[in-house]
């Protein structure tokens, strides 16, 4: 079956290796969703940008951020995975202001899943994934 002992114990180690006690511990939403994110074509260019102080911010693009007035500007709060945004200036701020999304957060991104949103703009993030600006 085996060529050989040193094959097996090869495959051994390496199924030991990858048991639960040895996966990473993902770091909690709270702590990967600070910082900034992309979209990228074809769905848009913009991104967001969630700071520790519980504020958000929505560029044109990751060259941006600064830039006056921002497309959007506000505040979000996490339970969980349950991501509140509630814009105050810019898109959705006369209207609609909170949105309420489904993440999944990770390294690499930040994925959308909307719970409510009456904001049409906003709502365009729903089923996307936005990736982690380095």
Request: aromatic share 8%.
């Given at each position: ?84 945004l ?14 309420v ?9 930040i ?22 600006i380095?």
């Open positions: 079956m085996f060529k050989s002992t040193s094959t097996f114990t090869l495959l051994c180690l390496v199924a030991c290796a990858s048991g639960p006690e040895h996966a990473a511990t993902k770091k909690p939403n709270n702590s990967l969703i600070v910082g900034a994110f992309e979209r990228r074509p074809p769905e848009g260019t913009n991104a967001i940008r969630f700071d520790a102080n519980g504020e958000v911010r929505v560029a044109k693009d990751k060259g941006h951020f600064d830039a006056e007035p921002p497309e959007a500007s506000g505040a979000w709060t996490l339970d969980n995975d349950q991501l509140t509630t814009y105050l200036k810019g898109m959705c701020s006369d209207g609609p202001k909170a949105g999304y489904k993440v999944v957060i990770s390294n690499v991104g994925r959308f899943t909307k719970v409510n949103d009456d904001c049409e703009r906003r709502s365009r993030m729903d089923g996307q994934t936005w990736w982690r380095k």
